[in-house]
């Protein structure tokens, strides 16, 4: 996802369920829809908690505006997630549409594709189904409140060579500071590693806080990128490694040697 700008990049976790992990194409297409719902569905209730503890009023953009349209945003996400399989049946009925406008609908590999659009929308729904959209909320709470904590960790030992102790960082500031920089990580602005993207949100969101020197903003944001990028791509290509070893054989998620 981090590697290829606009996240076009996630688009692996697709290949990878379906090609190597022998999952249909609709499963591993429903659930990336629904992950990638719920990356943003998590992170503006962290925003809004943050940004009530540092003090609504701390920089400009935590007015009383910016909480509202955040509020309003999550809201809107929420309602996404429920009626998640609805929009993709429709788009499902658009290209159907198309298909038969330019007498296509005899094509059978765009007929492929709608049957397996409908398949991801009943996928969806059978997810949701099963109620378990409260369960995962809290295990991606639990995910990136773990990862974004051990972040202000990483960045106090950046910045240890400058006298910064514990007490000079404020824990709840610098959180609202990571927040900042992974939220642009989620956005189709991402560039290639995520370099000078991350980067430039993690600057911004210190700069309106007021809490660096830009010099030391801009050197703490990269060298905490450069660091978690290398940690985050070794374990990536292990992973790829250990997924095409000769004679490993993976039945549905299941690695058998």
């Known amino acids: 996802m981090d590697l290829i700008p606009a996240r076009i990049g996630s688009l692996s976790y697709v ?9 249909p194409f609709e499963v591993a297409a429903s659930t990336f829809l629904i992950s990638f719902v719920f990356d943003f569905v998590v992170i503006f209730p962290m925003f809004l908690f943050a940004i009530i503890l540092v003090g609504v009023n701390a920089f400009p953009v935590a007015s009383f505006p910016f909480v509202a349209i955040s509020i309003v945003l999550l809201f809107t996400l929420v309602i996404l997630l429920v009626y ?32 397996k659009v ?3 929308a009943k996928d969806i729904t059978t997810i949701r189904d099963r109620k378990i959209y ?13 990862k974004y904590s051990s972040l202000y960790f990483l960045l106090h030992s950046v910045l240890v060579h400058l006298k910064f102790e514990m ?8 959180f609202l500071g990571i927040l900042g920089a992974e939220f642009s990580a989620l ?9 000078g993207t991350w980067e430039g949100a993690w600057v911004l969101t210190f700069k309106l806080l007021g809490f ?8 703490s944001g990269f060298s905490v990128h450069i660091i978690t990028q290398l940690f985050e791509y070794s374990l990536g290509i292990l992973s790829m490694v250990i997924l095409y070893l000769p004679g490993n054989r993976i039945i549905r998620g299941k690695i058998s040697s």
Do not use: Q
């Not at 290949?15 to 999952?23: E, S």
């Not at 660096?212 to 050197?219: G, L, S, T, Y």
């Open 15 to 23: 290949y990878l369920l379906n090609k190597r992990f022998g999952f």
């Open 84 to 115: 998640l399989d609805r929009l993709v049946k429709t788009l499902a009925d658009i290209l159907t549409w198309c298909l038969k406008k330019l007498r296509m609908e005899n094509n059978l590999k765009l007929k492929n594709l709608v049957t």
């Open 118 to 120: 409908l398949l991801t």
């Open 134 to 146: 409260g369960k995962v909320l809290l295990s991606s709470l639990a995910v990136r409140v773990f």
């Open 167 to 174: 007490a000079d960082l404020n824990f709840w500031k610098v």
């Open 187 to 195: 956005l189709p602005i991402h560039g290639v590693a995520g370099l």
């Open 212 to 219: 660096f020197d830009p010099k030391v903003a801009v050197v």
